[in-house]
């Protein structure tokens, strides 16, 4: 059985380290970048993530432009992506919706939370 | 044993009484434990790790407080709030997100004080954080 890859895209380092920890845990393979341009970069590579854990704050451009970006490239867009936010209000989680994303879940992380949110989306 | 922490606004002023324990919002213990699922390897790792980035995070907030760099503040201090938050660390997510929403607004009146009460705050966290990861 094929191994599920998850790509997380946070530079806080101790929410990234839970996140990754958490997948490992239930088996997912897990890359990591820790800014908008790493993660976009790893996003593009072959074979292609399954899903994309993504933070909406961070360095080298928002988690906004990233799922963008990630939504309007034919090898991308098709990778479901979760966004990880600190404060997102219902504007805000609207906007990255309407950009694609497959749920929006707020910090402090939840794991379970995130679990369920990554096996929907799948 | 009371302790004391200095109120919003007010530099280093010891004078709001707070029990110690969980409810004194420096470190929740058994909320960090529930998030990591009772692991408390995983949990002593995102103490280091946290430990490990505040070497370089606080000395980069207190550059751009100085400088009045509300971009840089309002950045730092929304990563801070998101790993504290993650700790169950209450007061520091409190402070940090006080900076972040006044560096966003550019109401800097109080920025002063406040970081000083957020240097505080690390502080009895770090300690907390130090003695969470020597038990471990």
């Known amino acids: 059985m094929a191994v599920t890859t998850v790509l997380v895209v946070d530079d806080d380092r101790v929410v990234s380290h839970l996140v990754t920890s958490v997948l490992r845990e239930k088996g997912y393979k ?13 996003a593009k590579r072959q074979p292609p993530v399954d899903a994309i854990v993504l933070d909406i704050n961070m ?64 | 044993m009371k302790r004391s ?20 919002g420096v470190l929740d213990e058994g909320a960090l434990l529930t998030t990591v699922g009772g692991n408390r390897r995983l949990a002593t790792e995102l103490a280091e790790i946290f430990l490990r980035e505040l070497e370089s995070r606080m000395p980069e907030m207190a550059k751009a407080v100085v400088a009045r760099d509300n971009t840089r503040i309002q950045f730092l201090a929304h990563t801070l709030m998101g790993s504290a938050a993650s700790l169950s660390a209450t007061q520091v997510t409190g402070t940090a997100k ?25 502080a009895r966290l770090g300690a907390r954080l130090t003695t969470f990861i020597r038990e471990g």
């Open chain 2, 5 to 24: 922490v200095p109120a919003l606004g007010q530099d280093a002023a010891p004078d709001v009484p707070v029990e110690p324990g969980a409810a004194d």
């Open chain 1, 59 to 122: 360095p080298g451009g928002s988690g906004e432009d990233t799922l963008k970006k990630i939504k309007m490239n034919s090898n991308t867009s098709n990778i479901p992506v979760i966004i990880l936010s600190g404060s997102i209000d219902a504007k805000g989680q609207e906007r990255v919706r309407v950009l694609g994303a497959d749920a929006v879940l707020s910090k402090p992380l939840v794991p379970a939370e995130l679990l369920s949110a990554i096996e929907a989306a799948l």
């Open chain 2, 98 to 122: 006080k900076l972040e929403s006044m560096a966003l607004t550019g109401k800097l009146a109080k920025i002063d004080a406040v970081f000083a009460r957020l240097e505080h705050e690390i």
């Open chain 1, 30 to 42: 897990v890359l990591t970048a820790f800014d908008a341009v790493q993660g976009l970069m790893q």
